[in-house]
């Protein structure tokens, strides 16, 4: 029964990691994206 467990945790835990690095990953990569605007669309 204990080993289920600890099992379990583990899991829950890898599966917490890797939620926040793609959550972080994320939010790096909407701030630091800057599509580069069409000439017809950029205003001078």
Known sequence: MKKIT???F???AA???FAAMTSVANA???IFYQPQ???ALREE
């Open 28 to 30: 790096c990569a909407m």
């Open 6 to 8: 600890r099992t379990i």
């Open 15 to 17: 599966i917490l990691t």
């Open 10 to 12: 583990t899991l829950a």
């Open 37 to 39: 605007v069409p000439a």
